[in-house]
């Protein structure tokens, strides 16, 4: 299958000047102009309008432009990913795993998981791109990620196959040295919780407001950040009682630090590893996959 025609047209688009895109193909800007036609002649609409005499980008994709320029990169990106599954048949494995995550989310899996799967297959080399739930959809739909991991709550299905699940709680994260330092810690209750001033991450905001078991003006909240990272990071440094979301497994890598789960919000809150609606997984996506379902 001859698909440098879609690839040429991408990187058109990326870099909105025929002369430029022509000289990084490596081609002459007549025989570029020529496949532009080709391909609008084939699908019978103008995908790009040109602003003659006008330097930088001078290009602007039509409607049907930008249908066919992320249809043209989801072939693309099939064609890569199933050339390599080929290539490693029956082969070491070895690529690159691409991920999209928020930066929450990112930080344990780097932590955890990475560092084990990269020392047994030590081929596999990492591309993580962190963002909000629009960037981790941006990143799928364009290729540029296999497996994305959101709040299931926020997964289009009509679009995302999920591949496995995993339960999260909403923890209180502290300074055993500073908070309720004169008795063990086993539970906290609500009362207690309303005493301290708290920091919050945007996930556990959302689980505090789903619930009906208290209400956000009743707490003492002294910071709200988007990352669960940045609430604790605020509960390392003893201000704060950090509420966030949490798996089971999942560490927390800060001496003096307690963790207790609050069982009031160990309701169906999972974040979801997904991919592409009808995406088959590369070799080394699927081996992650496997590798992950073995630790939790």
């Not at 990272?229 to 307690?258: F, Q, Y």
Request: with cysteine; net charge neutral; proline share 3%.
């Amino acid at each position: 299958m001859d698909t440098s025609y879609y690839h040429n047209f991408i990187t058109l688009v990326q870099t909105g000047n025929m002369t430029q895109a022509a000289e990084i193909l490596h081609i002459t800007q007549p025989a570029l102009s020529k496949q532009l036609k080709y391909l609008e002649a084939e699908f019978g609409a103008q995908l790009i309008n040109i602003k003659r005499g006008q330097r930088g980008s001078n290009l602007q994709l039509t409607d049907a432009g930008k249908i066919f320029y992320e249809k043209a990169q989801q072939l693309c990106s099939i064609e890569e990913s199933t050339y390599n599954a080929v290539q490693q048949l029956n082969s070491r494995i070895e690529g690159t795993l691409r991920i999209a995550t928020s930066a929450s989310r990112s930080t344990p899996i780097v932590q955890q998981y990475l560092p084990a799967f990269s020392m047994k297959y030590p081929s596999v080399h990492f591309e993580i791109y962190e963002g909000l739930m629009t960037n981790v959809v941006k990143q799928l739909i364009s290729g540029s990620a296999e497996i994305g991991i959101a709040n299931i709550q926020m997964v289009d299905t009509d679009k995302f196959d999920i591949l496995l699940t995993q339960e999260e709680h909403l923890y209180a994260l502290f300074r055993r040295d500073v908070f309720w330092t004169d008795r063990e810690h086993d539970t906290i209750t609500w009362d207690e919780i309303k005493q301290c001033p708290l920091s919050l991450s945007g996930g556990s905001v959302r689980m505090i407001m789903q619930s009906s078991l208290t209400d956000m003006e009743h707490l003492n909240v002294s910071a709200i950040t988007t990352t669960k990272t940045s609430a604790i990071e605020w509960a390392s440094s003893g201000r704060t009682v950090a509420l966030v979301p949490m798996d089971t497994k999942e560490m927390v890598n800060h001496r003096k630090m307690s963790r207790i789960k609050l069982p009031e919000f160990s309701g169906d809150y999972k974040k979801a590893f997904i991919t592409l609606k009808g995406h088959a997984l590369s070799p080394v996506a699927q081996q992650f996959i496997d590798f992950y379902k073995a630790y939790v």
